[in-house]
């Protein structure tokens, strides 16, 4: 592990001089990295970035060999304040190195109750026209959403809500057939009340769906699995199939974002989530961003798409691609 030890005394040496208000030190096992200290509140909300030292090793996102840069997680929250997203310089992406181990911290100390929220309220009030004003935010997003879908030639059949939380979207979506992939057993009310189908996402082997959808999902997914999970989805298509991803912006590497981050494991630019869409066997049919919010540029932008492509150089949110199987 002298490779990996060289390394972090390397990062330790490049935070000290480019940075001294952060932490001076990382320190962790021999195969994850953590910023040992806090970061001051001052810094909070801020991404500095450090170059690696000489390895780029390979973007799990791109599949390039793009990782230059690290930088202390953007939170100001326990566990995630203590970790480091490194990211790459060929399609913009952040990763948390080793995010099961983050992920397996994220449920101490209660994060999960503040996570999931309250899911007391009875389905027939939640999907009441109240209760679906109350939410309007997130009944808007699936109606555009199936919307685009549609228009990029889905037909709402077999439906399939990968991440439904309580059903958004396949209540506004109204397909034939609902089914649901949801690990919060305080959704399953809800989703029993639309007459969707649970199941896991091992049965996603066996089944063909006209359409899936996975919004704000994969952003949780880790560096090691989100290939593999997002090519799952990609083969669960019937072969006139459409899968909808949609991401939050996650392009520090470009531009000053100011959203919560925590707990997301991936943060994608528009770039890396079209890469990693056809990487998983999906060929792009629609890429567009939901909201028109316009983030600024920094200028110490590691990460610079080609001004010609208007998808990768976005300065909004809510990346979306829409892909069908590949031929
Ligand atoms: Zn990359």
Redesign the pocket.
Known sequence: MDALKSLKTALRRTIVRAAPALPASISGSDWYFRLSGRLPADTLGVVAFHRLPDNQST??????P??THAAPYPSTREPFRQWLVYF??????GHVPNAAHLLEHTFEGGFSDRLVGNRLVPPEDYFSDRGMQENASGFARAASQAKALKKAGARLGRVLDYGSGPGYFLKVAAPETAFAIEPDPDSAKYLDYLGATRLDEDALDEMQFDAIVASHVIEHFTETDVVRRVGRMVAALAPDGRLLIEVPQGGHSRLHLTARDDPHTLFFTAA?LR?LVERAGGQVVACFVRSKATHQVREDAIYRPDPNDSFASTLGGGLTVIARPSA
């Open positions: 973007c799990p996102i791109c599949g390039q793009g990782i790459c310089t060929n399609c913009g992406t890396g890469a």
